[in-house]
């Protein structure tokens, strides 16, 4: 039986991202977005024009900092995203050298989710490596089975900073 460690794991954004995706435009009022982030627990959304496409962010700091009726007037404008199959290494290294909360995810020029630096987080702390044959499970504990061996409590958590 071999003892060399399995290949490291290629963690894609798709496989950790949030996919309900609440998104207003430019002409939302400001007190909309209040309730949508005070009742959903967010503390942000992406902006789209009438035509889907991302012309900005707002989050509770631009409510909070900037006066203005509509979305449009206390936006941030200018956006960072990230494409779907992106490394969340990628997505680390954004949030941490822009100093933000959140990416907005895309598929060509479709928005279909939005990653975290939470994402990132719990993907850290819910990911377990079965120690016969490699497979990662998902889970707030570790599985009672590995699915592709069928090996038992044989799971080690993994111990790497998140994305690296």
Known sequence: MSTTPPAAITIRVRDIMSRYVVSVT?????????????????SGL?????DGR???????????????????????PDTVSIPEDADIRTARSLLIEQ???????FRGRELVGIVSRGDI?????????CDVCGEVSRGKAPPERCWKCGTADRFRHERQHPGM
């Open 54 to 76: 991302l012309v900005g962010v707002v989050s509770d700091f631009d409510l909070l900092a900037r006066d203005g009726e509509t979305v449009g007037e206390v936006m941030s």
């Open 99 to 105: 100093r933000l909360a959140r990416l907005p995810v």
């Open 121 to 129: 987080l719990r993907e850290f702390v819910l990911h377990w490596i």
């Open 26 to 42: 430019e002409d939302t009022p400001v007190i909309e977005v209040a309730r949508i982030l005070a009742e959903r627990r967010f």
């Open 46 to 50: 992406p902006v789209l024009d009438h």
